[in-house]
């Protein structure tokens, strides 16, 4: 069965840290596209992080430049570790995985599109004080 399960959610403070995991089965990331992307209540899902091995690119955006890191281990698992927290940064987060085929071969892409051949079921992220 091909999944991805995300895990490492929860609450946190302004200020502190989180580390998202996503542990892929069934299938290996190798040769796909990972995103993480997040959804706020009331809000539409927005790409928050993505990469691509194939042309080694990495996309962030401009809301978590510089706070979160995207990674990958070389066990079929993606990471997203997200420093200074703020309370915008609260929503259910997703990671994703996409074949990189026609216009979706770049972290850009991937990000900016919105789009996955397979999610995660979700994992809360609330920052308050």
């Known amino acids: 069965q091909l999944q991805l399960v995300e895990s490492g959610g929860g609450l946190v403070q302004p200020g502190g840290s989180l580390r998202l995991s996503c542990a892929a089965s069934?299938?290996?990331?190798?040769?796909?596209?990972i995103g993480w992307f997040r959804q706020a209540p009331g809000k539409e899902r927005e790409g928050v992080s993505c990469?691509?091995?194939?042309?080694?690119?990495t996309y962030y955006a401009d809301s978590v430049k510089g706070r979160f890191t995207i990674s990958r281990d070389a066990k079929n698992t993606v990471y997203l570790q997200m420093n200074s927290l703020k309370l915008e940064d609260t929503a259910v987060y997703y990671c994703?995985?996409?074949?990189?085929?026609?216009?979706?071969?770049?972290?850009?892409?991937?990000?900016?599109?919105?789009?996955?051949?397979?999610w995660g079921q979700g994992t809360q992220v609330t920052v308050s004080s």
């Open positions: 994703a995985a996409v074949k990189p085929i026609e216009v979706i071969t770049t972290a850009q892409a991937m990000c900016v599109m919105n789009v996955g051949d397979y």
């Open positions: 069934g299938f290996t990331l190798d040769y796909y596209v």
């Open positions: 990469f691509s091995r194939s042309d080694g690119s």
